[in-house]
């Protein structure tokens, strides 16, 4: 079955510094791979999507990497600020118009000041 | 814009009665909608997704149910609740067709506590 997963340990940096969230996925080929964030007692926002055919994409102070042959992507927010403190989903999807997306559990970043 | 609306925000409920969730969807068209259920550090599980009127996919066999009288209107239920199924309840839209990122807009949840 597929599996997706993120680090369940929380992830603690200093302000300013690059945090790197990884989701790994098994038994899945999917042609686009999500983010999100998710606030406490909230429901989940999104952030970038990023391609099979794409290395790398970039939004301000966030960067998504996809390596189809490593089934993994990274999520890197740099000079990151404790307003990036959240939890962080992965969401890969199938192409195509029937879309059933399936998250990882996320991973929590704790940005200290 | 589009709004999603979802309610109520907070319940307790005792060990089999009954549950009612609803959620409303404006600003758009023939959207899909879904539900997901979110336990104390667990992962989001997808429990029922729809593409249209009257037409409900179960992701996880369970003692609920989803209805989806109006285009935009999506109501998780339950006859009789069990402990296990507290948790946080989102649901979801998505676009159809035209969307680039094919990206979920969320609610802001519902939070259900079974005694």
């Known amino acids: 079955s597929q599996k997706i997963e993120q680090n369940s340990e929380a992830l603690n940096i200093q302000e300013g510094k690059t945090a790197t969230l990884t989701c790994n996925y098994t038994n899945y080929s999917p042609a686009y791979l999500q983010w999100y964030r998710q606030d406490p007692g909230r429901g989940p926002v999104f952030l970038l999507l990023i391609r099979e055919n794409e290395k790398e994409k970039r939004k301000e102070r966030l960067k998504v990497t996809f390596d189809t042959t490593l089934k993994q992507s990274l999520f890197h927010i740099t000079a990151s600020q404790p307003a990036d403190s959240a939890t962080y989903l992965c969401?890969?999807?199938?192409?195509?118009?029937?879309?059933?997306?399936?998250f990882g559990r996320g991973t929590s970043l704790i940005v200290h000041p | 814009s589009q709004t999603i609306h979802q309610w109520p925000a907070t319940l307790v409920q005792p060990v089999g009665s009954p549950l009612s969730l609803e959620c409303t969807v404006e600003g758009t068209s023939n959207p899909n909608l879904y539900w997901y259920r979110q336990a104390a550090g667990r992962g989001l599980q997808l429990l029922f997704y729809?593409?249209?009127?009257?037409?409900i996919s179960s992701e996880v066999p369970q003692n609920l149910s989803a209805s989806r009288p109006q285009d935009r209107q999506f109501i998780l239920s339950s006859k009789k609740l069990l402990l296990s199924d507290s948790g946080f309840y989102l649901c979801a839209w998505s676009r159809t067709s035209g969307s680039l990122t094919g990206e979920l807009f969320f609610g802001e949840g519902s939070r259900l506590t079974v005694l």
């Open positions: 729809s593409v249209g009127i009257g037409q």
């Open positions: 969401a890969p999807r199938g192409s195509g118009g029937s879309y059933i997306p399936t």
